[in-house]
């Protein structure tokens, strides 16, 4: 359950993959079905106002504010934890916010542009003697703090 960051909107998932989407100003729920199969475990928004999701199903969806589908879904290897909306470094000082970040099997950090033309997300595993991946926090320009057992 997350508030939006840039509109009166309140998403919610359940453990049957639905996403509602409660608007403030209207008093109106939406109920989505489709998004994802099995219970929705992780979700955050971004400042343009999309809405990224995680669920048992190993599928990560982006939707917008009105709950259309914003992007292709994108199906991992195992499933997501802790999904944020990350900064990377680029050319572009007022680019917008496309990349999300999540944690997966509890040594690996998925990384991935959902606007860029490569298929597959990036994966950064990390050595044994470090422990599992417990959190992770953007710092932006391309930074990324890491947390470990």
Partial sequence: ??????????ACGNEKGYLNFYYKKTKRKVPTMGKHSKRVVCGDWNSEGLLVTGSEDKLITVSSHT?????????VKAEPHNLKW????????NKKQTTICGI?????????????DRPAPLELMFEPKYGKVVDYQDYGDGYILVGFS
Avoid: C, Y
């Fill in 104 to 116: 997966f099997n509890q040594k690996t950090l998925l990384i991935h542009d959902i606007a860029s």
């Fill in 1 to 10: 359950m997350k508030w939006s960051t840039t509109h009166p909107v309140l």
């Fill in 67 to 75: 709950s259309d589908n914003a992007a292709n879904s994108l199906a």
């Fill in 86 to 93: 990350v900064t990377m470094k680029t050319e572009e000082r």
